[in-house]
């Protein structure tokens, strides 16, 4: 039975918009021409609109969207069947967040933290300069002592100069060969005058996998079996030092061998003024690593600072789902659990993009 779709007075008019030319099969080009969107407008409308349960992916065919009555909506792939035309980058691409590079790592911080994001791309004089990760402003609050304030670091201080792009044109596959081959976790979208029409992810990747690659890959097959752990009454030093010495953005909690907690990058950011603007840190070398003597990291501990009963997979739960698990709740790694609930390992969204790519050499 077809449920009928009732468009509340609060939601934005675009959905009944965009709901009345579903109507009938209607590609994107033709959706972004007739409500004047741009590309990645588009691409977040649709998204919020899967979200609400007012478009779906099409059973059949994952390489859809549809309407509640089951309309071909926003083709993935060309209508045409005889048209094997792919998905390029730019598809999947989404729109650029960025600031100049006079701004400071304050600015930078609160953008992440106001918009929910993970990168920043850095412009001077309207070119591209660098870009600046979470992690990036991790690593540098958390070993580096300096006496300067959040609002007195400026970004082009600590930003990645080299910034890698792809064509527009250019396939999905060719945009994860790069982050692969390069150990990054983003590119830029550019046109053939240079212009930067956009950004793909790792997350664009993780969820472009979750709807065109089902059931046919277990977490097993793509997980990491190393974990980084530490048990919830150690101080968050402990959890700063991991990350830095492995390069990995999140600890796992565990109590009896099973999870009871994560940690990641994105959780320390908030704290970062904290440290940098309130307190007084003193350091000591020791081994050539940096271990912090007083301060506030030596009472704060893990369960303090921890996301509490994380969600996890088994072993034998299809990638795919995985991959759905992390776009929806918006995070970037799944404990992997026995059928005790033991820790077996982590599923990231970086070895669902190995993952992805691995597709991609088999279908060629």
Do not use: W
Request: glycine share 4%.
């Amino acid at each position: 039975m077809t449920k009928k779709i009732i468009i509340l007075s609060g939601q934005s008019k675009i959905y009944s918009e965009i709901l009345k030319l579903a109507a009938k099969p209607i590609s994107k080009k033709i959706i972004q021409r007739e409500l004047s969107l741009s590309h990645q407008q588009l691409r977040r409308y649709t998204a919020e609109m899967v979200d609400k349960g007012l478009l779906h992916y099409y059973e059949k065919n994952g390489d859809f969207i549809c309407s509640e009555k089951g309309n071909t909506y926003l083709m993935k792939l060309s209508a045409n069947k005889s048209d094997n035309t792919l998905v390029s980058s730019y598809d999947i691409s989404r729109e650029i967040i960025y600031l100049e590079s006079y701004n400071t790592l304050a600015d930078a911080r609160n953008f992440m933290i106001r918009y929910n994001i993970s990168r920043l791309v850095i412009l001077q004089n309207q070119k591209l300069v660098g870009i600046i990760t979470e992690k990036d402003i991790a690593k540098f609050l958390y070993s580096t002592f300096t006496e300067k304030r959040l609002s007195e670091i400026l970004i082009k201080e600590i930003m990645t100069k080299k910034v890698l792009t792809v064509d527009i044109d250019s396939s999905i596959d060719k945009s994860i060969k790069t982050m692969l081959d390069n150990n990054i976790s983003s590119v830029i979208v550019t046109d053939n005058k240079g212009y930067q029409n956009g950004i793909i992810t790792k997350t664009d990747i993780v969820e472009y996998f979750a709807y065109h690659v089902k059931n046919k890959y277990t977490v097993k097959d793509s997980m990491s079996k190393k974990v980084y752990t530490v048990f919830p009454d150690e101080n968050i030093h402990m959890i700063i030092l991991l990350m830095n010495t492995y390069k990995v953005s999140r600890i796992v909690v565990i109590e009896h061998k099973k999870p009871i907690g994560i940690v990641t990058s994105r959780d320390l950011l908030p704290l970062s003024g904290i440290l940098l603007e309130k307190i007084s840190i003193s350091a000591k070398n020791i081994n050539n690593q940096i271990f912090i003597a007083s301060g506030l990291s030596s009472i704060l501990l893990a369960e303090d600072i921890m996301t509490r009963s994380p969600l996890t997979v088994s072993i034998n739960t299809d990638l795919s789902d995985a991959a759905r698990i992390m776009i929806r709740n918006k995070i970037s790694g799944l404990p992997v659990v026995n059928n005790k609930g033991l820790l077996s390992g982590i599923i990231t969204k970086t070895d669902i993009v190995r993952t992805s790519y691995k597709e991609s050499l088999n279908n060629k």
